[in-house]
């Protein structure tokens, strides 16, 4: 509990210092700000993501292994 007090200051804090919510329609990292290129498709990004929990629901969290970079999953 202790940690995840620390981790929830640790947002608040950058969250506060580094808003996210301005009016630059940049696609940006919150943490390092890293502004994301010209080639970078989110809602190619979403499709990944909708098909990764279309394939998580049903399965038991303690036999599903998540691999980020299969390349059948790749676009």
């Known amino acids: 509990m202790k940690r995840d007090a620390s981790d929830l200051e ?5 969250i506060t ?3 996210p919510y ?3 329609p940049t696609l940006r990292n919150i943490v390092n700000w890293i ?8 809602h190619a990004f979403h499709e990944v993501e909708n098909k990764i929990i279309r394939d998580i629901i ?10 980020t970079s299969k390349r059948k999953d790749r676009s």
């Open 10 to 14: 640790k947002m608040q804090t950058k």
């Open 17 to 19: 210092t580094c808003s």
């Open 22 to 24: 301005t009016a630059d």
């Open 35 to 42: 502004v994301a290129g010209k080639d970078v498709n989110e």
């Open 58 to 67: 049903g399965k038991s969290s303690f036999v599903f292994v998540f691999y």
